[in-house]
């Protein structure tokens, strides 16, 4: 029997290294297919906003999170510097990894970075069928502040954004 992984067994790195962006790009495109249904207008969607984060990347403002495992990643995501607030983006931990702490540690580094940086606030898109990583946003003080009908993955959902306000 394989033995699960633990948080312990996850290294987390924070600068991009070639092939990063176009696996994440595919591990959403592939997940999000399996898992929800969502067509190839979200793979899409997430390389524009890759190529965004990269071409506007400062290392002062803007942060990776890459969780990896023997060399592998199993789970990302990442701040981007909006002005006045942070977007967070492509919170993503692959099925096995999920539910042994990795989500949690990720929010934390997030939190920590964008209090660094002395951010005022932060949000996030998200759909409705994205309940577990809801519940970690709500959790470290995120709010749900929109919602919207949505056809754009290739389906009917509700996109819903989140907003954080710190002190």
Same mark, same amino acid.
């Given at each position: #029997?394989?033995?699960?992984?633990?948080? =312990? /067994?996850?290294?987390?790195? +924070?600068?991009?290294?070639?092939? /990063?962006?176009g696996?994440?790009i595919?591990?959403?495109? /592939?997940? !999000?297919?399996?898992?929800?249904?969502?067509?190839?207008?979200?793979? +899409?969607?997430?390389?524009?906003g *890759?190529?965004?984060?990269? =071409?506007? !990347?400062?290392?002062?403002r803007?942060?990776?999170?890459?969780? =990896?495992?023997?060399?592998?990643?199993?789970?990302?995501?990442?701040?981007?510097?909006?002005?006045?607030?942070? @977007? %967070?983006?492509?919170f993503?931990?692959?099925?096995?990894?999920?539910?042994?702490g990795?989500?949690?540690?990720? #929010?934390?580094?997030?939190?920590?970075?964008?209090?660094?940086?002395? !951010?005022?606030?932060s949000?996030?898109w +998200? $759909?409705? =069928?994205?309940?577990?990583?809801a519940?970690?946003?709500k959790?470290?003080?995120?709010k749900?502040?929109e919602?919207?009908?949505? $056809?754009?993955?290739?389906?009917? *959902?509700?996109? @819903?954004? !989140? /907003? *954080?306000? %710190?002190?």
């Amino acid at each position: #029997m394989k033995k699960r992984p633990s948080l =312990e /067994d996850i290294s987390i790195r +924070t600068e991009l290294r070639p092939g /990063d962006i176009g696996y994440v790009i595919y591990m959403h495109g /592939d997940l !999000y297919k399996k898992e929800y249904d969502y067509g190839i207008s979200f793979e +899409t969607y997430v390389a524009k906003g *890759l190529c965004e984060f990269y =071409e506007k !990347y400062h290392s002062g403002r803007n942060r990776v999170w890459v969780c =990896e495992h023997h060399d592998r990643m199993v789970g990302f995501l990442l701040l981007m510097d909006r002005g006045k607030a942070a @977007q %967070l983006r492509y919170f993503l931990i692959q099925p096995e990894y999920r539910g042994i702490g990795l989500g949690s540690k990720l #929010m934390s580094l997030y939190m920590d970075f964008l209090r660094e940086c002395g !951010y005022p606030a932060s949000y996030l898109w +998200t $759909t409705h =069928e994205l309940s577990t990583a809801a519940f970690l946003y709500k959790r470290v003080g995120f709010k749900l502040t929109e919602e919207k009908q949505s $056809t754009a993955f290739g389906k009917p *959902l509700r996109e @819903q954004r !989140y /907003d *954080l306000l %710190l002190a």
